[in-house]
């Protein structure tokens, strides 16, 4: 059974494996591609969005969609930088409408309540391959295909990527 902490360094060696830029990435282990897009409304409402080509999802395009407190800061310096912790939110069914994650629009219900600045953390919400594409496997790994590893998907490239992108908490479990 794997230990928090043998968890933590294993994340830690994909985080150091991973290219520092915020633009572009490429992970030869596990060949993801992102590039950044950021919108904003000038108060930080808007989510900035990440989007990823995955070799878990058989190089299929998807989307890390981000919520920032209003507290956030990176250019303040090091020694003043804070630290934040991360809400994922997990959807419950692939795809998006109209390029809008879809599930119920869950970040947008996460915006309109301020969920970013009333509990000081950093939201993010990734989407996966949509359902008319293959069928429903989120969140596991599928036994057989090797373009629906979901599991991998989140774990080893969406959480490294917002690991790299912000100043986060250096730890992944809820205190």
């Not at 058989?58 to 912790?85: F, I, K, M, N, W």
């Not at 996966?128 to 989120?138: K, W």
Request: with cysteine; charged share 20%; hydrophobic share 40%.
């Amino acid at each position: 059974m794997s230990t928090p902490a043998a968890h933590r360094r294993r994340l830690a060696n994909v985080a150091a494996a991973l290219p520092r830029s915020a633009t572009s990435s490429a992970s030869s282990a596990s060949s993801t591609s992102s590039a950044a897009t950021t919108s904003s409304d000038g108060d930080g409402a808007l989510p900035r969005v990440h989007l990823l080509n995955s070799a878990h999802l058989g190089g299929a395009q998807t989307a890390v969609h981000v919520l920032l407190p209003r507290s956030y800061d990176p250019s303040a310096s090091p020694e003043a930088q804070r630290r934040y912790r991360v809400l994922y939110i997990l959807p419950v069914v692939c795809g998006e409408l109209d390029g809008v994650p879809a599930w119920g629009r869950p970040l947008d219900v996460a915006r309109q309540h301020s969920f970013a600045d009333t509990h000081d953390v950093i939201v993010a919400m990734a989407t996966f391959p949509s359902l008319s594409a293959r069928p429903n496997t989120l969140y596991v790994n599928h036994p057989s295909r090797a373009d629906m590893q979901d599991e991998d998907y989140f774990c080893k490239d969406v959480v490294p990527l917002v690991d790299r992108l912000y100043l986060l908490r250096p730890t992944y479990y809820a205190s």
